[in-house]
C-alpha cells in the first residue's frame, strides 16, 4: 500500500465509528449487555417473544482512554426475537432456535459533520441452541450467524447501520439460582468475523477489503431475588483479540484517534431491575455505564427487555 492511500484511508477512519459502538469498520452486530437474568437458563418447551427496547450515546475514545474531539453517537434502537424450545432432546439437552431482527435510529458526529440514518440492523440466527439444567445449575451452548441485512453506505459510515459483513459466534451461557434468590448468571461469546468487501475511505475513493479483528465479549449479571422481583448489577465486557487491516494490511497507529491494528475494548456496568408475573412474563430494565473504553466509542446505555410466552 503507498504512503499516499494509507494517509487518506487513516484520515478517513479517523473519523469512523460506524455504528454506535464500533471499535472497527463496521458497528457491533450484537448489542452487548442485553443478555443478563437466566442468561444461561433457557425456559421450558413452547414459544416465546423477547422485546429489546435501548438507548445508546458516547464520545468516540482514542487507543488511550482519550476523547476524540468533536466526536458523538447517539442511537434507539429496538430488536424483535423470536425464541422457539422444542420438546427434542439432544445429547440429554434441551433443542431451541431463535432469530433476532433490529430497527435502529442513530445519529453520529464525527469530526466532519453529524448524520442520521433508520433502518434494519443486521438479521441473526440460530437454529441449534442446546440447553441443560441440573439443580442450581443451568448452562447453554449455541451458534449464532450474523447476516449483514443492515443498511451500508460505502464511504459514509454516518450513513451505515449494518456491518457489511457475515459473522459467526459461538456460545456458552451459564446461571447459577440458589435456594436463598441470588443468581450469578454470564453469556460468553467470541464473534468471528468476515471481511467487508466494499470498504471505502472516502465516497469517491477506490473499493477495498477491510478486515475487522475478531472479539471475545460476554454479558454478566450478579442479582437477587425478592419474590417476584429482583435487583442487580449488570454489564458487560469486549477485548478486540485480532487487528483490523485494509487490504491484507494492519492498520498502522493514528495518534490522538487509534493504537495500531485499532483493537477496541471496554468495560462497562450498572444497576439492574426485573420483576416476573406467575404467568411468566418477565420486565428488565437496567442502565449500563462504559469504563476503560479504547478504539471505541464510550459512553451510557438504557434497556427495556420484555419477555413473553405465547
Not at 145 to 173: C, H, M, V
Not at 195 to 205: C, E, I, L, S, V
Request: hydrophobic residues 40%; neutral net charge.
Amino acid at each position: 500500500m503507498n504512503k499516499q492511500l494509507r494517509n487518506a484511508i487513516l484520515v478517513a477512519l479517523g473519523a469512523l465509528a460506524a455504528g454506535t459502538a464500533g471499535a472497527k469498520e463496521g458497528g457491533d452486530q450484537y448489542p452487548n449487555g442485553i443478555e443478563t437474568w437466566f442468561a444461561g437458563a433457557v425456559p421450558p418447551p413452547g414459544n416465546y417473544f423477547i422485546n429489546y427496547l435501548g438507548h445508546y450515546s458516547g464520545d468516540l475514545y482514542n487507543g488511550e482512554g482519550k476523547r476524540v474531539a468533536g466526536t458523538s453517537a447517539s442511537a434507539w434502537f429496538n430488536a424483535f426475537r423470536f425464541v422457539k424450545v422444542s420438546g427434542i432432546k439432544v445429547l440429554g439437552g434441551d433443542w431451541a432456535g431463535h432469530v433476532i431482527l433490529p430497527v435502529v435510529h442513530q445519529r453520529l458526529n464525527l469530526g466532519g459533520g453529524s448524520a442520521s440514518a433508520s433502518g434494519l440492523g443486521d438479521l441473526t440466527i440460530d437454529p441449534f441452541i442446546v440447553a441443560w439444567h441440573k439443580g442450581d445449575w443451568h448452562w447453554t451452548v449455541g451458534l449464532d450467524i450474523n447476516l449483514p441485512t443492515g443498511r451500508y453506505k460505502s464511504g459514509d459510515p454516518r450513513q451505515s447501520i449494518g456491518a457489511n459483513y457475515w459473522s459467526i459466534e459461538p456460545i456458552f451461557a451459564f446461571t447459577w439460582l440458589s435456594q436463598g434468590g441470588w443468581e450469578v448468571s454470564a453469556k460468553l461469546m467470541y464473534n468471528i468475523k468476515g471481511g467487508n468487501d466494499d470498504f471505502r475511505a472516502a465516497p469517491d475513493a477506490a473499493r477495498q477489503k477491510y478486515d475487522s479483528g475478531d472479539d471475545f465479549h460476554m454479558d454478566y449479571l450478579v442479582g437477587r431475588r425478592f419474590g417476584p422481583w429482583g435487583v442487580g448489577l449488570s454489564g458487560y465486557y469486549l477485548k478486540q483479540t485480532g487487528d483490523d487491516k485494509v487490504d491484507g494490511e494492519v492498520i498502522d497507529a493514528l495518534p490522538g484517534v487509534w493504537s495500531r491494528g485499532r483493537r477496541g475494548e471496554v468495560l462497562a456496568a450498572g444497576p439492574s431491575l426485573t420483576y416476573s408475573t406467575k404467568g411468566g412474563t418477565m420486565l428488565i430494565a437496567q442502565w449500563q455505564h462504559e469504563f476503560e473504553r479504547e478504539n471505541r466509542f464510550g459512553g451510557d446505555k438504557a434497556l427495556l427487555k420484555l419477555v413473553m410466552p405465547f
